[in-house]
């Protein structure tokens, strides 16, 4: 596990090992739909859902009822195996910069 990154957030390194309950880390929202973006404000509560999109499982990061991007890499990777499992996460917005969002991710 690695430990804060420069933005003073925490950011997970995880295996198949980690428990479902413990996974927890920071990270940046991948293909932010601008629409969303702008509506975001710091501290905002997101859902995480999975979902198939032309063949492919993908994590998504909702606002209400509306795609606000997706996750990707090793922690997104966990993750969808957790959501697989029945676990149920939230994302809390840290951060807006343009179009770049990063958010927090934790099992609740």
């Given at each position: 596990m690695s430990g804060s990154n420069g933005g003073g957030g925490y950011s997970g390194v995880y295996d198949d090992e980690t428990p479902c309950e413990k996974l927890r880390f920071e990270a940046q929202i991948s293909s932010p739909q601008p629409i969303i973006v702008a509506t975001l404000i710091a501290?905002?509560?997101l859902d995480i859902s999975v979902a198939n999109m032309k063949g492919?499982?993908?994590?998504?990061?909702?606002?209400?009822?509306?795609?606000?991007?997706?996750?990707?890499g090793p922690d997104a990777t966990r993750l969808r195996n957790c959501l697989d499992k029945g676990h149920q996460y939230r994302a809390t917005v840290r951060t807006i910069n343009g179009g770049q969002v990063r958010i927090f991710v934790e099992h609740i």
């Open positions: 501290g905002d509560a492919q499982i993908v994590v998504q990061v909702i606002k209400g009822d509306q795609v606000a991007g997706g996750l990707a």
